[in-house]
């Protein structure tokens, strides 16, 4: 079992900043991929970005690209979201999520993910 907790959600202006954050805990893997989604009232739940845990490859939405970044700390087990340049369209729920990545890594797919946060609130005012 895997625990995932973010923090770092909030209110913030239109082209204003935030980070959010998700510490894993829990069992130990060597093979695993962490995520960032997002859902907005009455939309689904879209990617926004992902990294590969061995190698740190990222992989980001395209709704986000050149405005966010993830990035992890090894030591903490911990995955971050650079959040830039915000727009009102870019408030939703945030939420972690974790997954297993024994042979390969579906990083778009919020069915491939194995375990998730409780979410985060981001509310990006106009």
């Known amino acids: 079992q895997v625990q995932l907790v973010e923090s770092g959600g909030g209110l913030v202006q239109a082209g204003g900043s935030l980070t959010l954050s998700c510490a894993a805990s829990g069992r130990t893997f060597s093979n695993y991929a962490m995520g960032w989604f997002r859902q907005a009232p009455g939309k689904e739940r879209e990617f926004v970005a992902g990294i590969r845990w061995s190698g740190g490859r990222t992989y980001h939405g395209d709704s986000v690209k050149g405005r966010f970044t993830i990035s992890r700390d090894n030591a903490k087990n911990t995955v971050f979201l650079q959040m830039n340049s915000l727009k009102p369209e870019d408030t939703a729920v945030y939420y972690c999520?974790?997954?297993?990545?024994?042979?390969?890594?579906?990083?778009?797919?919020?069915?491939?993910?194995?375990?998730w946060g409780q979410g985060t609130q981001v509310t990006v005012s106009s």
């Open positions: 999520a974790f997954q297993l990545t024994p042979n390969y890594y579906s990083a778009y797919d919020a069915a491939d993910y194995d375990y």
